[in-house]
Each structure stands twice: as structure tokens, then as C-alpha cells.
């Protein structure tokens, strides 16, 4: 059974970071694409951040802030997110996609409020 599950989301004050991971099982992970998604309240989900074999896209609303890593040995991508600001509220989504193959998480909510 395929599972992705997130954690590491919470309150946070503007300006503050937060590290999420997601942790993959049931997949040969180190071959999949991996990806963070959020999405804010009333908004559509959007493409955060990508991991593919050979390179990492973020997107712009997130450059220089947040950073993407995998470490395939565990089987886990993680978001590290600095200088977060209240428009970076939302759930933030892991996806793992290889061809047909596409797998979500459940979510993990991030509030950035003081």
C-alpha cells in the first residue's frame, strides 16, 4: 500500500521557519518525481517546489526562502521554509508521480500568523 504522509506544520509567526517532511513507503521512491503543493484557504492548490533526478524548481513566490531536499536512504523529501510570511498559509501537499503513477498525501497545515 502506497502511503505519503507529511508532518511538521504548525503555527508560526511571520518570519519564522518551519521544516516539513513527507515519508514515502510502498513506492520505489528514489525513482519518482517528488513534489510540494499548497493550498490556501478559497485559493486552488499550487506547485510549491519539484524534485526531479536531476534538478530542483520552486516556484517563484518561494525562491530564496524555501529549500527542497530527498534523501532516498529514507525515503523522504523535506521543505525547509524561511522568512515565511501570512500568504504562505495553507496546506501543504506532498506528491510523488512516475509516469501514470501519481500519489498525494493527506496534508499537513502551516498558519503564519502573529
Known amino acids: 500500500q502506497v502511503q505519503l504522509v507529511e508532518s511538521g506544520g504548525g503555527l508560526v509567526q511571520p518570519g519564522g521557519s518551519l521544516r516539513l517532511s513527507c515519508a514515502a513507503s510502498?513506492?520505489?521512491?528514489?525513482?519518482?518525481?517528488m513534489e510540494w503543493y499548497r493550498q490556501a484557504p478559497g485559493k486552488q492548490r499550487e506547485l510549491v517546489a519539484q524534485?526531479?533526478?536531476?534538478?530542483?524548481n520552486y516556484a517563484d513566490s518561494v525562491k530564496g526562502r524555501f529549500t527542497m531536499s530527498r534523501d532516498n536512504a529514507k525515503k523522504t523529501v523535506y521543505l525547509q521554509m524561511n522568512s515565511l510570511k501570512p500568504d504562505d498559509t495553507g496546506v501543504y501537499y506532498c506528491?510523488?508521480?512516475?509516469?501514470?503513477?501519481?500519489?498525494w498525501g493527506k496534508g499537513t497545515l502551516v498558519t503564519v500568523s502573529s
Open positions: 510502498g513506492i520505489a521512491f528514489s525513482i519518482y518525481a
Open positions: 506528491r510523488g508521480t512516475l509516469g501514470v503513477r501519481d500519489y
Open positions: 524534485v526531479t533526478s536531476g534538478s530542483i
